[in-house]
């Protein structure tokens, strides 16, 4: 039997970390941060504890691999700021990609809800942080100027920013909770009108 490439062990190390963050997605949002251990990731997952500790130093470290590669949306965000189109159908491509996000990645979803809600655990992600705030504040800031222009202040801006923020999250949230019972498209369209221009 040849010795095995390069090639050949990236993609057994790819399909190791894959497999590792999507077991620890899954048990991070259901059992919590705190009540999931790196054991209980290396056995859900079949593999040794060494294994996991190979490739992330700690269950924070871990922790925020999993956060930023759940995060599709907010890759997607990042293009939305470069497509030639009017403020408003900014805001509706984004609330677009928002809602087929949650609908299909609810366990990132979930998870994400559990870790907001822990200062204690958010305070630690500070490359989760970074990402989040480097792609959504400024694309909003930009939709939102846009949106508005001289119609209201600065400060005025920021406010609409904050409450646009928290609607999606209060929508996550009960989406979260409540699943396909959850009229996720009828509110998100409610939403959108709100900024609808004429």
Same mark, same amino acid.
Not at 4 to 18: A, P
Not at 131 to 157: D, K
């Given at each position: 039997?040849?010795? #095995?490439?390069?090639?050949?062990?990236?993609?057994? #190390?790819?399909?190791? #970390?894959?497999?590792?963050?999507?077991?620890?997605?899954?048990?991070? *949002?259901?059992?919590?941060?705190?009540?999931?251990?790196?054991?209980?990731?290396?056995?859900?997952?079949?593999?040794?504890?060494?294994?996991?500790?190979?490739?992330?130093?700690?269950?924070?470290?871990? &922790?925020?691999?999993?956060?930023?590669?759940?995060?599709?949306?907010?890759?997607?965000?990042?293009?939305?700021?470069?497509?030639?189109?009017?403020?408003?159908?900014?805001?509706?491509?984004? &609330?677009?990609?928002?809602?087929?996000?949650?609908?299909?990645?609810?366990?990132?979803?979930?998870?994400?809800?559990?870790?907001?809600?822990?200062?204690?655990?958010?305070?630690?992600?500070?490359?989760?942080?970074?990402?989040?705030?480097?792609?959504?504040?400024?694309?909003?800031?930009?939709?939102?100027?846009?949106?508005?222009?001289?119609?209201?202040?600065?400060?005025?801006?920021?406010?609409?920013?904050? &409450?646009?923020? *928290?609607?999606?999250?209060?929508?996550?949230?009960?989406?979260?909770?409540?699943?396909?019972?959850?009229?996720?498209?009828?509110?998100?369209?409610?939403?959108?009108?709100?900024? #609808?221009?004429?």
């Amino acid at each position: 039997m040849a010795p #095995r490439t390069e090639e050949q062990f990236e993609k057994i #190390r790819e399909k190791s #970390r894959k497999l590792i963050i999507n077991t620890a997605m899954e048990l991070f *949002a259901y059992y919590g941060y705190h009540s999931t251990t790196i054991e209980k990731i290396s056995k859900k997952a079949g593999i040794s504890k060494g294994l996991i500790y190979n490739y992330y130093k700690s269950k924070d470290e871990l &922790l925020e691999i999993v956060l930023l590669q759940g995060f599709d949306f907010f890759n997607e965000m990042s293009e939305i700021s470069q497509i030639e189109i009017s403020a408003y159908e900014k805001l509706q491509l984004l &609330l677009e990609n928002f809602t087929t996000s949650l609908q299909e990645n609810l366990p990132f979803w979930k998870l994400y809800q559990n870790i907001i809600s822990q200062p204690s655990i958010m305070h630690k992600l500070t490359k989760f942080k970074e990402y989040y705030e480097s792609i959504f504040g400024p694309l909003l800031m930009s939709i939102f100027i846009r949106l508005y222009g001289n119609e209201i202040s600065e400060q005025e801006i920021q406010i609409e920013m904050m &409450l646009f923020a *928290a609607f999606l999250d209060g929508i996550a949230f009960d989406y979260v909770i409540m699943g396909e019972e959850y009229p996720l498209n009828a509110i998100a369209q409610r939403l959108l009108r709100k900024y #609808r221009k004429g």
